[in-house]
Protein backbone atom coordinates (compact mmCIF):
# COMPACT_ATOMS: atom_id res chain seq x y z
CA UNK A 1 0.00 0.00 0.00
CA UNK A 2 1.24 3.47 -0.88
CA UNK A 3 1.20 6.38 1.16
CA UNK A 4 -0.45 8.31 -1.75
CA UNK A 5 -3.42 5.95 -1.54
CA UNK A 6 -3.59 6.55 1.85
CA UNK A 7 -3.72 10.16 1.95
CA UNK A 8 -5.63 10.20 -0.67
CA UNK A 9 -8.37 7.91 0.98
CA UNK A 10 -8.07 9.75 4.03
CA UNK A 11 -9.05 12.98 2.82
CA UNK A 12 -11.61 11.74 0.92
CA UNK A 13 -13.39 10.92 3.77
CA UNK A 14 -12.15 14.04 5.67
CA UNK A 15 -13.10 16.33 2.93
CA UNK A 16 -16.54 14.64 2.55
CA UNK A 17 -17.53 15.12 6.25
CA UNK A 18 -16.09 19.21 6.10
CA UNK A 19 -17.72 20.02 3.09
CA UNK A 20 -21.28 18.94 4.41
CA UNK A 21 -20.15 20.38 7.89
CA UNK A 22 -20.20 23.49 5.82
CA UNK A 23 -22.85 23.26 4.02
CA UNK A 24 -25.24 22.66 7.12
CA UNK A 25 -23.77 25.07 8.90
CA UNK A 26 -25.76 27.77 6.50
CA UNK A 27 -28.65 26.81 7.94
CA UNK A 28 -27.77 28.36 11.35
CA UNK A 29 -30.44 31.01 12.01
CA UNK A 30 -32.53 29.66 8.98
CA UNK A 31 -33.86 26.50 9.86
CA UNK A 32 -37.53 26.05 10.08
CA UNK A 33 -38.34 25.78 13.53
CA UNK A 34 -35.65 26.47 16.65
CA UNK A 35 -35.28 22.53 17.11
CA UNK A 36 -34.54 21.67 13.21
CA UNK A 37 -32.21 24.73 13.44
CA UNK A 38 -30.25 23.56 16.42
CA UNK A 39 -30.17 20.13 14.57
CA UNK A 40 -28.40 20.77 11.60
CA UNK A 41 -25.83 22.52 12.99
CA UNK A 42 -25.53 19.87 15.75
CA UNK A 43 -25.02 17.53 12.95
CA UNK A 44 -22.66 20.00 11.09
CA UNK A 45 -20.66 20.32 14.57
CA UNK A 46 -20.43 16.49 14.76
CA UNK A 47 -19.50 16.27 11.00
CA UNK A 48 -16.58 18.77 11.80
CA UNK A 49 -15.15 16.89 14.91
CA UNK A 50 -14.86 13.79 12.09
CA UNK A 51 -13.44 16.18 9.75
CA UNK A 52 -10.73 17.29 12.23
CA UNK A 53 -9.68 13.70 13.23
CA UNK A 54 -9.42 12.68 9.30
CA UNK A 55 -7.45 15.70 7.89
CA UNK A 56 -5.21 15.84 10.84
CA UNK A 57 -4.71 12.22 10.27
CA UNK A 58 -4.38 12.82 6.69
CA UNK A 59 -1.70 15.67 7.40
CA UNK A 60 0.34 12.76 9.40
CA UNK A 61 0.55 10.42 6.50
CA UNK A 62 1.20 12.85 4.41
CA UNK A 63 4.16 14.41 6.51
CA UNK A 64 4.65 17.27 4.51
CA UNK A 65 3.79 19.35 7.39
CA UNK A 66 0.28 20.26 6.63
CA UNK A 67 -2.23 20.11 9.65
CA UNK A 68 -5.68 20.14 9.36
CA UNK A 69 -5.85 23.78 9.41
CA UNK A 70 -3.59 24.04 6.39
CA UNK A 71 -5.59 21.15 4.62
CA UNK A 72 -9.13 22.65 5.22
CA UNK A 73 -7.93 26.11 4.50
CA UNK A 74 -5.49 26.08 2.03
CA UNK A 75 -6.20 23.88 -0.23
CA UNK A 76 -8.00 25.03 -3.64
CA UNK A 77 -10.93 23.04 -5.62
CA UNK A 78 -9.07 20.04 -7.43
CA UNK A 79 -6.99 19.48 -4.66
CA UNK A 80 -10.07 18.45 -2.70
CA UNK A 81 -11.54 14.91 -2.66
CA UNK A 82 -15.06 14.95 -1.08
CA UNK A 83 -17.52 13.07 -3.22
CA UNK A 84 -19.74 15.67 -5.29
CA UNK A 85 -23.19 14.96 -3.50
CA UNK A 86 -21.66 16.55 -0.27
CA UNK A 87 -21.07 19.89 -2.56
CA UNK A 88 -24.87 20.59 -3.48
CA UNK A 89 -26.54 23.36 -2.63
CA UNK A 90 -28.86 23.32 0.29
CA UNK A 91 -31.82 24.19 -1.47
CA UNK A 92 -35.22 24.32 0.56
CA UNK A 93 -35.38 21.58 3.96
CA UNK A 94 -36.35 18.69 1.71
CA UNK A 95 -33.62 19.40 -0.25
CA UNK A 96 -31.45 19.46 2.54
CA UNK A 97 -32.67 16.30 3.94
CA UNK A 98 -32.67 14.28 0.88
CA UNK A 99 -28.71 14.83 0.87
CA UNK A 100 -28.12 13.81 3.95
CA UNK A 101 -30.27 10.77 4.20
CA UNK A 102 -28.33 9.64 1.20
CA UNK A 103 -24.94 10.61 2.91
CA UNK A 104 -25.54 9.29 6.41
CA UNK A 105 -26.74 5.80 5.07
CA UNK A 106 -23.77 5.36 3.16
CA UNK A 107 -21.50 7.56 5.89
CA UNK A 108 -23.11 4.88 8.34
CA UNK A 109 -22.50 1.81 6.64
CA UNK A 110 -19.00 2.99 5.54
CA UNK A 111 -17.47 3.76 9.38
CA UNK A 112 -19.18 0.41 10.10
CA UNK A 113 -16.96 -1.33 7.80
CA UNK A 114 -14.18 0.83 8.74
CA UNK A 115 -14.15 -0.06 12.43
CA UNK A 116 -12.45 -3.65 11.37
CA UNK A 117 -9.76 -1.70 9.60
CA UNK A 118 -6.61 -2.84 9.32
CA UNK A 119 -5.14 0.29 10.19
CA UNK A 120 -5.41 1.26 13.85
CA UNK A 121 -5.94 4.81 13.13
CA UNK A 122 -8.59 4.62 10.79
CA UNK A 123 -10.34 1.85 13.06
CA UNK A 124 -10.82 3.98 15.84
CA UNK A 125 -11.80 7.20 14.59
CA UNK A 126 -14.26 5.01 12.70
CA UNK A 127 -15.57 3.43 16.16
CA UNK A 128 -15.93 6.91 17.33
CA UNK A 129 -17.57 8.32 14.74
CA UNK A 130 -20.01 5.43 13.74
CA UNK A 131 -22.22 6.10 17.27
CA UNK A 132 -22.91 9.39 16.08
CA UNK A 133 -23.39 8.74 12.30
CA UNK A 134 -25.88 5.95 13.89
CA UNK A 135 -27.75 9.11 15.15
CA UNK A 136 -27.78 11.17 12.49
CA UNK A 137 -29.13 8.21 10.13
CA UNK A 138 -32.14 7.97 12.71
CA UNK A 139 -33.06 11.49 12.31
CA UNK A 140 -32.51 11.92 8.47
CA UNK A 141 -34.49 8.92 7.78
CA UNK A 142 -37.31 9.87 10.09
CA UNK A 143 -37.25 12.88 8.30
CA UNK A 144 -37.74 11.52 4.95
CA UNK A 145 -40.52 9.24 6.22
CA UNK A 146 -42.21 12.38 7.76
CA UNK A 147 -41.83 14.59 4.47
CA UNK A 148 -42.79 11.66 2.53
CA UNK A 149 -45.89 10.46 4.14
CA UNK A 150 -46.54 14.07 5.02
CA UNK A 151 -48.72 16.34 2.73
CA UNK A 152 -49.31 16.42 -0.59
CA UNK A 153 -46.93 19.45 -0.44
CA UNK A 154 -43.96 17.96 1.49
CA UNK A 155 -44.49 14.60 -0.33
CA UNK A 156 -43.66 16.67 -3.67
CA UNK A 157 -40.56 18.38 -2.30
CA UNK A 158 -38.82 15.44 -0.88
CA UNK A 159 -39.58 13.50 -4.02
CA UNK A 160 -38.34 16.06 -6.55
CA UNK A 161 -35.36 16.65 -4.43
CA UNK A 162 -34.72 12.66 -3.71
CA UNK A 163 -34.99 12.48 -7.88
CA UNK A 164 -32.58 15.46 -7.95
CA UNK A 165 -29.85 14.16 -6.37
CA UNK A 166 -29.98 10.58 -7.47
CA UNK A 167 -27.14 11.16 -9.95
CA UNK A 168 -24.37 12.24 -6.99
CA UNK A 169 -25.07 8.99 -5.31
CA UNK A 170 -23.29 6.38 -7.50
CA UNK A 171 -19.81 7.95 -6.70
CA UNK A 172 -20.73 7.14 -3.07
CA UNK A 173 -19.88 3.53 -4.28
CA UNK A 174 -17.61 4.05 -7.27
CA UNK A 175 -14.05 1.49 -6.37
CA UNK A 176 -11.55 3.37 -7.99
CA UNK A 177 -7.76 2.54 -7.76
CA UNK A 178 -7.21 4.04 -4.71
CA UNK A 179 -10.42 2.11 -2.88
CA UNK A 180 -9.56 -0.72 -4.32
CA UNK A 181 -5.84 -0.84 -3.19
CA UNK A 182 -7.51 0.08 0.48
CA UNK A 183 -9.65 -2.60 -0.14
CA UNK A 184 -7.46 -5.43 -1.30
CA UNK A 185 -5.08 -4.73 1.82
CA UNK A 186 -7.57 -4.66 4.44
CA UNK A 187 -7.79 -0.79 5.38
CA UNK A 188 -10.75 0.24 3.66
CA UNK A 189 -13.78 -1.91 2.31
CA UNK A 190 -15.84 -3.41 -0.63
CA UNK A 191 -17.94 -0.75 -1.78
CA UNK A 192 -19.74 -2.93 -4.10
CA UNK A 193 -21.73 -5.02 -0.92
CA UNK A 194 -22.25 -1.43 0.90
CA UNK A 195 -24.23 -0.09 -2.24
CA UNK A 196 -26.72 -3.76 -1.60
CA UNK A 197 -26.61 -2.59 1.96
CA UNK A 198 -27.42 1.56 1.08
CA UNK A 199 -30.12 0.14 -1.21
CA UNK A 200 -32.18 -1.75 1.09
CA UNK A 201 -32.23 0.85 3.41
CA UNK A 202 -33.03 3.11 1.14
CA UNK A 203 -36.08 1.41 -0.70
CA UNK A 204 -37.36 0.46 2.62
CA UNK A 205 -37.79 4.19 3.77
CA UNK A 206 -39.07 5.02 0.42
CA UNK A 207 -41.54 2.04 0.80
CA UNK A 208 -42.31 3.41 4.51
CA UNK A 209 -42.59 7.34 3.09
CA UNK A 210 -44.30 6.14 0.08
CA UNK A 211 -41.93 7.52 -2.14
CA UNK A 212 -40.95 6.07 -4.84
CA UNK A 213 -37.61 4.88 -6.51
CA UNK A 214 -35.73 7.53 -9.02
CA UNK A 215 -35.59 6.95 -12.32
CA UNK A 216 -32.07 5.24 -13.50
CA UNK A 217 -29.59 8.04 -14.11
CA UNK A 218 -26.71 8.67 -15.60
CA UNK A 219 -24.17 9.00 -12.67
CA UNK A 220 -22.11 12.00 -12.07
CA UNK A 221 -18.31 11.34 -10.70
CA UNK A 222 -15.21 13.24 -10.23
CA UNK A 223 -15.48 14.50 -6.95
CA UNK A 224 -13.03 11.87 -5.23
CA UNK A 225 -10.77 12.75 -8.18
CA UNK A 226 -10.91 16.51 -7.46
CA UNK A 227 -13.01 17.17 -10.53
CA UNK A 228 -15.68 19.19 -8.84
CA UNK A 229 -18.93 21.30 -9.73
CA UNK A 230 -18.25 25.12 -9.76
CA UNK A 231 -20.46 24.89 -6.41
CA UNK A 232 -17.13 24.22 -4.65
CA UNK A 233 -15.56 26.77 -5.33
CA UNK A 234 -18.02 29.24 -3.86
CA UNK A 235 -17.72 27.14 -0.59
CA UNK A 236 -14.29 27.26 0.05
CA UNK A 237 -14.40 31.20 -0.97
CA UNK A 238 -16.05 31.75 1.94
CA UNK A 239 -15.14 28.84 4.17
CA UNK A 240 -11.10 29.41 3.77
CA UNK A 241 -11.75 33.88 3.05
CA UNK A 242 -10.24 34.41 6.86
CA UNK A 243 -7.37 32.46 6.69
CA UNK A 244 -6.59 34.09 3.16
CA UNK A 245 -7.04 37.23 3.94
CA UNK A 246 -5.27 37.02 7.60
CA UNK A 247 -3.20 33.94 7.16
CA UNK A 248 -2.76 32.56 10.71
CA UNK A 249 -5.31 33.94 12.30
CA UNK A 250 -6.59 32.22 15.74
CA UNK A 251 -9.72 31.72 17.34
CA UNK B 1 9.44 25.92 43.77
CA UNK B 2 10.14 22.36 45.05
CA UNK B 3 9.30 19.76 42.49
CA UNK B 4 6.28 17.40 44.18
CA UNK B 5 6.25 13.99 42.79
CA UNK B 6 2.77 13.04 43.27
CA UNK B 7 1.13 9.41 43.14
CA UNK B 8 -1.59 8.50 40.19
CA UNK B 9 -4.30 7.71 42.75
CA UNK B 10 -3.23 11.40 44.14
CA UNK B 11 -3.93 12.58 41.07
CA UNK B 12 -7.25 11.11 40.79
CA UNK B 13 -8.34 12.75 43.91
CA UNK B 14 -7.51 16.00 42.51
CA UNK B 15 -9.26 15.54 39.69
CA UNK B 16 -12.54 14.00 41.44
CA UNK B 17 -14.32 17.71 41.40
CA UNK B 18 -13.84 18.88 38.32
CA UNK B 19 -16.94 19.97 36.85
CA UNK B 20 -17.89 18.97 33.31
CA UNK B 21 -18.05 22.77 31.79
CA UNK B 22 -21.43 22.53 29.62
CA UNK B 23 -23.00 19.85 32.62
CA UNK B 24 -21.82 21.35 35.94
CA UNK B 25 -23.46 18.65 38.31
CA UNK B 26 -21.45 15.73 36.84
CA UNK B 27 -17.70 15.56 37.23
CA UNK B 28 -15.15 15.20 34.19
CA UNK B 29 -14.43 11.55 36.32
CA UNK B 30 -18.31 10.47 36.40
CA UNK B 31 -18.34 11.12 33.15
CA UNK B 32 -15.44 8.86 32.15
CA UNK B 33 -13.63 11.64 30.44
CA UNK B 34 -10.79 11.18 32.15
CA UNK B 35 -8.98 7.16 31.58
CA UNK B 36 -5.72 7.43 32.25
CA UNK B 37 -3.21 8.92 34.93
CA UNK B 38 0.28 8.28 34.57
CA UNK B 39 3.11 10.39 37.12
CA UNK B 40 6.25 9.52 37.08
CA UNK B 41 8.93 11.73 38.85
CA UNK B 42 7.32 15.39 38.16
CA UNK B 43 5.54 14.90 34.71
CA UNK B 44 1.61 13.51 35.13
CA UNK B 45 0.10 12.78 31.68
CA UNK B 46 -3.38 12.60 32.10
CA UNK B 47 -5.28 10.85 29.19
CA UNK B 48 -8.80 11.92 28.55
CA UNK B 49 -11.69 10.85 26.01
CA UNK B 50 -13.75 13.19 24.16
CA UNK B 51 -17.31 12.39 24.43
CA UNK B 52 -18.14 13.06 21.41
CA UNK B 53 -16.20 13.33 18.32
CA UNK B 54 -16.26 17.91 18.40
CA UNK B 55 -17.53 18.36 22.20
CA UNK B 56 -16.31 21.46 22.24
CA UNK B 57 -15.20 21.59 25.81
CA UNK B 58 -12.32 19.53 25.37
CA UNK B 59 -9.95 22.43 25.67
CA UNK B 60 -11.56 23.74 28.39
CA UNK B 61 -11.47 20.06 30.57
CA UNK B 62 -7.59 20.19 29.52
CA UNK B 63 -7.05 23.86 30.54
CA UNK B 64 -9.32 22.88 34.04
CA UNK B 65 -6.54 19.70 34.39
CA UNK B 66 -3.92 21.80 33.95
CA UNK B 67 -4.70 24.83 36.05
CA UNK B 68 -5.76 22.08 39.09
CA UNK B 69 -2.02 20.26 38.76
CA UNK B 70 -0.63 23.18 39.15
CA UNK B 71 -2.56 24.23 42.12
CA UNK B 72 -1.21 20.92 43.67
CA UNK B 73 2.48 22.10 42.29
CA UNK B 74 2.67 20.09 39.54
CA UNK B 75 4.16 22.12 36.69
CA UNK B 76 4.92 19.54 34.13
CA UNK B 77 1.17 17.97 32.88
CA UNK B 78 0.72 16.37 30.05
CA UNK B 79 -3.07 16.41 27.90
CA UNK B 80 -2.89 12.67 25.78
CA UNK B 81 -6.48 11.99 23.77
CA UNK B 82 -7.38 8.97 23.19
CA UNK B 83 -10.58 7.82 21.06
CA UNK B 84 -11.08 4.04 21.64
CA UNK B 85 -12.96 2.52 23.25
CA UNK B 86 -15.28 5.06 21.92
CA UNK B 87 -17.21 7.26 25.18
CA UNK B 88 -20.44 5.98 26.14
CA UNK B 89 -22.77 7.03 28.55
CA UNK B 90 -23.09 3.26 29.60
CA UNK B 91 -20.14 4.32 31.67
CA UNK B 92 -21.72 6.73 33.57
CA UNK B 93 -22.22 5.70 37.57
CA UNK B 94 -25.64 5.22 39.33
CA UNK B 95 -24.80 7.58 41.86
CA UNK B 96 -24.07 10.15 38.61
CA UNK B 97 -27.75 9.70 37.33
CA UNK B 98 -29.20 10.43 39.93
CA UNK B 99 -27.39 13.25 40.06
CA UNK B 100 -28.35 13.78 36.43
CA UNK B 101 -31.83 13.81 37.41
CA UNK B 102 -31.37 15.85 40.44
CA UNK B 103 -30.22 18.61 38.33
CA UNK B 104 -33.34 18.31 36.26
CA UNK B 105 -32.27 16.37 33.34
CA UNK B 106 -33.13 12.57 32.54
CA UNK B 107 -30.33 10.02 32.31
CA UNK B 108 -29.16 8.16 29.32
CA UNK B 109 -31.19 4.90 29.53
CA UNK B 110 -28.57 2.04 28.88
CA UNK B 111 -27.66 1.51 25.05
CA UNK B 112 -29.74 -1.29 22.78
CA UNK B 113 -26.53 -2.36 21.39
CA UNK B 114 -27.79 -3.11 17.70
CA UNK B 115 -26.76 -2.89 14.30
CA UNK B 116 -30.08 -1.78 12.65
CA UNK B 117 -30.92 1.40 11.86
CA UNK B 118 -34.38 1.72 13.87
CA UNK B 119 -37.51 2.60 12.28
CA UNK B 120 -39.35 6.05 13.60
CA UNK B 121 -41.73 3.18 14.64
CA UNK B 122 -39.35 1.51 16.82
CA UNK B 123 -37.72 3.70 19.74
CA UNK B 124 -34.61 3.33 20.34
CA UNK B 125 -35.03 2.19 24.31
CA UNK B 126 -37.66 2.50 26.89
CA UNK B 127 -39.41 5.50 27.90
CA UNK B 128 -37.49 8.47 29.09
CA UNK B 129 -38.45 9.62 32.34
CA UNK B 130 -39.77 13.09 32.77
CA UNK B 131 -36.44 14.43 35.80
CA UNK B 132 -39.59 16.57 37.28
CA UNK B 133 -42.51 14.69 37.61
CA UNK B 134 -41.59 10.85 37.33
CA UNK B 135 -44.24 10.25 34.27
CA UNK B 136 -43.13 8.07 31.68
CA UNK B 137 -45.83 9.73 29.05
CA UNK B 138 -42.92 12.09 27.61
CA UNK B 139 -42.62 12.70 23.71
CA UNK B 140 -39.36 14.08 21.96
CA UNK B 141 -39.41 17.23 20.77
CA UNK B 142 -35.94 17.37 19.45
CA UNK B 143 -33.31 14.70 18.57
CA UNK B 144 -30.88 17.26 19.13
CA UNK B 145 -30.70 19.75 22.41
CA UNK B 146 -28.63 22.67 24.42
CA UNK B 147 -25.37 20.69 23.65
CA UNK B 148 -24.14 17.58 21.65
CA UNK B 149 -24.98 15.28 24.77
CA UNK B 150 -28.23 15.94 25.38
CA UNK B 151 -32.04 16.16 23.19
CA UNK B 152 -34.93 17.82 23.99
CA UNK B 153 -38.26 16.39 25.43
CA UNK B 154 -41.80 17.81 26.81
CA UNK B 155 -43.16 15.62 29.16
CA UNK B 156 -47.32 15.06 28.96
CA UNK B 157 -47.83 15.00 32.49
CA UNK B 158 -46.42 17.93 34.17
CA UNK B 159 -46.16 19.86 30.77
CA UNK B 160 -42.47 20.47 31.06
CA UNK B 161 -39.71 21.06 28.81
CA UNK B 162 -36.62 19.19 29.99
CA UNK B 163 -33.36 18.13 28.40
CA UNK B 164 -32.25 14.50 28.36
CA UNK B 165 -29.00 13.06 27.87
CA UNK B 166 -28.71 10.79 24.94
CA UNK B 167 -28.03 7.71 25.13
CA UNK B 168 -24.84 6.74 23.29
Known sequence: ?251 | MVAVHPSAAEVWSWLRDIADPEIPALSIIDLGIVRDVQAEEDRVTVTITPTYSACPAMDRIADDIRARLKQHGVEDVHIATKLSPAWTTDWLPAAARERLREYGIAPPQQLLRTEEIRPVSQPDAGPVVCPHCGSDTTVLVSRFGSTLCKALYKCLACREPFDAFKHH
Open chain 1, 1 to 251: MSGQSLFEYVLRLGDSCLILSQRLAGWCGHGPEIEEDIALTNVALDLLGHARLWLSYAGEVEARGRDEDALAYLRDAGEFRNVLLVEQPNGDFAATMARQFYFDTWHYFLLRDLRASQNSRIAEIAEKASTEAAYHVQRSTDWVVRLGDGTWESHERIQSALDDLWMYTGELFEMDAVEREMHECGLGTDLERLRQQWLEHVSKTFGEATLSMPQAAWMQRGGKQGVHTEKLGYILAEMQFLQRVYPGAQW
